[in-house]
């Protein structure tokens, strides 16, 4: 069974610009989260999306968005990117309920 | 306000010996439990967990503890093995947020010498 699919795995971004990242779940698997890791403040919880529906968001300003697909593809976007948005972006899928989260290799963004 | 501590950032053992990792919590409303381990330049590996209504749960050589009156829980690994050096971060859900919402402590990195 293939895991959680991220692209790109690398990124390198200009201040000001915006980004797109993907992310596929693994089959079957109907809630997609983001997180965010840095080396400053750990893994932080962005957003989860489920049925295409967002059921939760983290404690980050709306330059952060997404959207879930009818296929539980998610993607995440980025506006105005600012210098602390570099990070290790980090996909997750689970089946729901009490399960646990399955994470993809995540794509590092660089801002310069 | 960090509801999910791990103390130790390293921690060192022999190949062959137990290793311990400690996670605190401060959040009574946490019902769920995971922890997970990371190698550089890959995501989070899902290990083992274990729900509140639980004080112990195992698979293979891995234990989770749970202490719900101190709020705090271990991971047990036993026998330890090279391969088992990397990151290591608990994690835990809210009753109310019975979703993909972790919150994560700021890791322990265990380094098992052979």
């Known amino acids: 069974k293939a895991g959680v699919t991220q692209t790109p795995r690398y990124l390198i971004k200009t201040r000001g610009q915006q980004v797109t990242l993907s992310c596929s779940p693994i089959s079957g698997h109907r809630s997609v989260s983001w997180y965010q890791q840095t080396p400053g403040q750990g893994l932080q919880f962005l957003f989860e999306?489920?049925?295409?529906?967002?059921?939760n968001k983290g404690n980050f300003p709306g330059r952060f968005s997404g959207r879930q697909f009818s296929n539980s593809r998610s993607e995440m976007n980025v506006s105005t990117l600012e210098l602390g948005d570099s990070a290790l972006y980090l996909c997750?899928?689970?089946?729901?309920?009490?399960?646990?989260?399955?994470f993809g290799n995540g794509t590092r963004l660089t801002v310069t | 306000d960090q509801q999910v501590k791990q103390n130790s950032p390293s921690l060192s053992v022999q190949e062959g010996r137990i290793s311990i990792l400690n996670c605190d919590y401060t959040n009574s409303m946490f019902d769920y439990f995971l922890w997970y381990k990371k190698y550089p330049a890959e995501g989070p590996t899902f290990l083992i967990s274990?729900?509140?209504?639980?004080d112990k749960n195992e698979d293979g050589r891995f234990t989770v503890f749970l202490n719900k009156s101190a709020k705090h829980l271990s991971l047990h690994i036993v026998p330890s093995q090279p391969g088992d050096s990397a990151v290591y971060f608990c994690?835990?859900?809210?009753?109310?947020?019975?979703?993909?919402?972790?919150?994560f402590g700021q890791g322990t990195e265990l380094s098992v010498k052979p």
């Open positions: 997750a899928s689970s089946r729901g309920g009490n399960s646990p989260l399955h």
């Open positions: 274990i729900s509140s209504i639980k």
């Open positions: 994690a835990a859900r809210s009753i109310y947020n019975q979703g993909g919402k972790l919150i």
């Open positions: 999306y489920f049925s295409e529906t967002q059921r």
